[in-house]
């Protein structure tokens, strides 16, 4: 059981992109249990966005200048480049700090091992930031799942897709798949973890993955099969290149069927600025809920409200009670050891865009 903190949770963020800025810096500010005392990026405009957006808030360059004032935090959550995650954990660890990793949670499953390991010699909590286990669909699949609303569910399908043929420069479209990079790691991540989450333990893996993209330096582009040993099936479908896209989830039980469309809105909303306490966050539109039944026969189905800040709320207490996180990194190991056996399996067989071939040729 990790140390408790007494009080406000000073907390510090590294990285101040879309992590920072738009999944993490929000909720800490909208719940009492938090200060957001200090922030890390070397990005001028990110600088400025970062005191605009939170007066009073310190901002330093590196994440070595955080770790100096550790004395001043409690908490650090990591919102930096996937192939950082373990690096930075193990040294916020070192300094005494309760940590949050975004997924994921480390490049290999070896090492989230270490840092879970480093947790526990420093008596303190690390926990990896799975958000989308508050979506609010998926929320809705749980709740029909509990209710045996669709019988015995035989297969599982799930889409994470989006149409991005000219995504802007970034440290994702730079990355390879050793440094955390592609879309396995980075959508991979939450549709795996959300069908383990259903379904429970995985005993066959197989997968297709591909490069679509032109000048795509990792994986864009992925099919996952899983057999769970519940008898589950699950289908998990991931692409940035996708014009029309397939339904969110598609659920085949012995007596009915679930289907939904489209992403949660929790995100879009955040980008937009709206704040995690604004009357109806989270929550969507009835023409955007799914349906149940058989063909012919279907009825929509009341969608739960997206939820990501109760990942903040069991954070704090967690922290405070020496409970138990919100997110198990045992869980986030087990993920990684998916991906890494896809990734295996797949190098051989990886296919290329027709440009890229015309390169190696």
């Given amino acids: 059981m990790a140390a408790r903190v007494s009080g406000t949770i000073r907390t510090g963020v590294i990285g101040f992109g879309t992590s920072g800025a738009v999944f993490h810096a929000p909720f800490l500010a909208a719940d009492p249990d938090y200060s957001l005392d200090l922030v890390v990026t070397s990005d001028p405009d990110r600088r400025a966005e970062a005191l605009g957006r939170h007066p009073g808030v310190k901002v330093v360059s590196t994440a070595e200048e955080l770790f100096a004032r550790a004395d001043e935090l409690d908490l650090v959550v990591i919102g930096s480049p996937s192939g950082t ?14 940590v949050v990793v975004d997924k994921p949670f480390a490049v290999t499953a070896a090492e989230g091992r270490a840092v879970v390991d480093r947790a526990a010699a420093a008596d303190r909590l690390v926990t990896v930031f799975q958000n989308r286990r508050w979506d609010g669909d998926f929320l809705t699949v749980r709740r ?61 893996v197989q997968a297709e993955l591909g490069v679509v993209r032109p000048g795509a330096v990792a994986d864009d582009d992925a099919f996952v099969a899983l057999r769970h040993r519940s008898g589950v099936r699950s289908h998990l479908w991931m692409g940035s290149l996708v014009a029309q896209a397939g339904p969110r ?11 939904s469309w489209g ?11 709206a704040d995690p306490r604004d009357d109806g966050f989270g929550r969507r539109d009835p023409s955007g809920w799914g349906a149940i039944g058989v063909d012919g026969a279907t009825e929509p189905v009341p969608m739960a409200d997206g939820d990501y800040a109760a990942f903040t709320r069991l954070l704090a207490t967690a922290l405070h009670d020496g409970g138990r996180p919100p997110v198990d990194p045992a869980d986030a190991i087990a993920v990684l ?25």
């Fill in 263 to 273: 992403l949660d809105g929790q995100e879009p909303a955040l980008q937009a600025g």
């Fill in 249 to 259: 989830f598609r659920v085949l039980g012995s007596s009915g069927a679930y289907t």
């Fill in 144 to 204: 029909l799942l509990d209710e045996g609303m669709l019988g015995h569910v035989h297969r599982f399908e799930s889409r994470f897709e989006w149409w991005k043929p000219d995504p802007p420069a970034s440290w994702k479209t730079a990355a390879t798949a050793a440094e955390g990079g592609g879309i396995l790691y980075d959508l991979g991540t939450h549709v795996i973890d959300q069908a383990i989450q259903l379904f429970g333990e995985v005993e066959d």
């Fill in 85 to 98: 995650h373990a690096a930075l954990a193990t040294a916020s660890l070192h300094a005494g700090l309760h």
């Fill in 337 to 361: 050891e998916i991906i890494e056996a896809v990734h295996a399996a797949a190098a051989p067989h990886q296919r290329s865009t027709p440009e890229q071939k015309e390169q190696t040729a």
